[in-house]
Every structure is written in C-alpha cells, then in structure tokens.
C-alpha cells in the first residue's frame, strides 16, 4: 500500500514542477515579445518629403532601320546598302562621324503568296532589312538630324525610326543629393505641422524612399515602379521619401 502512494505523490510534484516551469516560460517569452514588439514600434509621425531638379540629357541614341522588297534577296540586300549609303552621307554631312556608326546584321525574309489563306509556296518578293545606330553626346545635333530626316526619305530611301532617345548620365550622382533634399524636406514639413500643435519633432524611426521618376520638363506623369522619359532633352528628376518620425 505504501509504494503506490509514494509513485502518486512523485507524479503530483513532478505535474506541479512542469507547470511552474511552463508558467515561467511563458512569463519570459512574453516578457522578450514585449521587448521585441517595443523594439520594432514604427507608431509616430509619417510624413513624406519630395525633391526634384531640372536637368538635360547628355547623351543621345539614334538607332534607324533601314528596310527593302525585291523580286530576289540579293536585290532587297542591294537596295538596303544604297539606303544606308545614303543615310550615311546625311549624318557626316551633319557632323556625324560615320566611322562611329553601329551597323547591325543583314536581316532577310520571304513573302508567300496566299490564296484563301493557303499558301501556294510561291514566293511574292524577299524583304532585307539593317539597324544603324547613332551614339553622341552632342544631343542638339542628334535632334536636329532626326528633324531633318524628311529630306533623306523623300530621295526615296526607307527608314524606320521612332526617334532618338535622349539620356542623363549622372542619375547615380543624382539620386544621394535628392534623397538627401527629400529627406530635408520631410523634416522641414513635420516641424511645421507639429510645431502648429505646440509639439515636437523626434528622432528618424524609420525612412523609405521611392521610385524616381524622369520625365518630360513639367510634366507631372509618375509611376509605382518609376519613369523614365527618353523623347525630350529636357527633363525633370523627381524623388520622394516616407519618413516616421517620433514625436516629442
């Protein structure tokens, strides 16, 4: 009888000592989950500050392609050539050097005929087709050329171009002073508000900053993701910043 009533009382005190022991875990854990919570507190004042500055692009790609038919391949690649000749002589006239110029593969096809959309295997006429690319910094002369590409195509030659694209190459150099402007500008905008309501403006918890937007001089186009304008040498950089900052 003895030995049954000792295994029921070492049960019992190893059931109390898992509950204390649990009881205290859970007193700990909670203890550091405050901690923590308490740590990552992102309550407090969320303003957003924006900058912005006018620049012009320093760099201008051109690429234009030209395009052929002819009864055989050999004389839709011939009438490409000629029409890059022709370019050619445009651009160096213009100030260009042709000895810059990137000239792409030779591309050809064929056209099929089709009757009632079938196709007979006979062939209509081939089509060739070659990229040239103009790279410079002088994007004034750039756009004068692509303004004045009317005169080449009305001689007969066939070009496709959806015009220069114009760049800014100091974006890297850019973005830390805009930042740095918006960053400003947050405070600036929570001092002023809080300053109306007899407060104060604390410490930076936390900062976000957003996509920049390049655009068209003026232009007030923006995107989640950020834009990029390449049709105009004149453009506006435009960043913004989410700051919370803790109030006093």
Do not use: C
């Not at 002369?141 to 001689?155: E, N």
């Amino acid at each position: 009888m003895n030995e049954p009533t000792k295994g029921v009382r070492i049960s019992t005190a190893a059931m109390i000592g898992s509950l204390l022991i649990a009881v205290a875990l859970g007193a700990g854990l909670f203890q550091v989950g405050s901690g923590m919570a308490a740590r990552g507190d992102t309550s407090g004042l969320t303003i957003t500050g924006s900058a912005h500055v006018n620049v012009s692009a320093d760099r201008a790609v051109w690429t234009l392609t030209a395009q052929e038919i002819g009864l055989t391949a050999r004389e839709a690649v011939k009438k490409v050539a000629a029409d890059i000749n022709a370019l050619s002589a445009y651009l160096k006239q213009g100030g260009i050097d042709v000895s810059t110029l990137e000239l792409g593969g030779v591309s050809t096809t064929f056209i099929q005929e089709y009757v009632n959309g079938n196709p007979t295997g006979k062939i209509l006429n081939y089509q060739a087709s070659r990229d040239v690319t103009v790279r410079s910094s002088d994007v004034q002369m750039i756009q004068r050329l692509s303004q004045g590409l009317g005169v080449v195509l009305q001689t007969g030659v066939n070009f496709l171009s959806s015009g220069p694209q114009y760049l800014v190459s100091t974006l890297d150099s850019l973005r830390p002073k805009l930042i740095a402007a918006a960053m400003r500008d947050a405070k600036s905008r929570a001092i002023a508000l809080t300053s109306a309501a007899g407060g104060s403006v604390g410490t930076v918890r936390i900062a976000r900053s957003g996509p920049f937007q390049v655009t068209a001089a003026d232009s007030v186009q923006v995107s989640d993701g950020g834009v990029y304008d390449t049709s105009t040498i004149r453009k506006t950089v435009t960043t913004t910043v989410t700051v919370v900052f803790a109030q006093g």
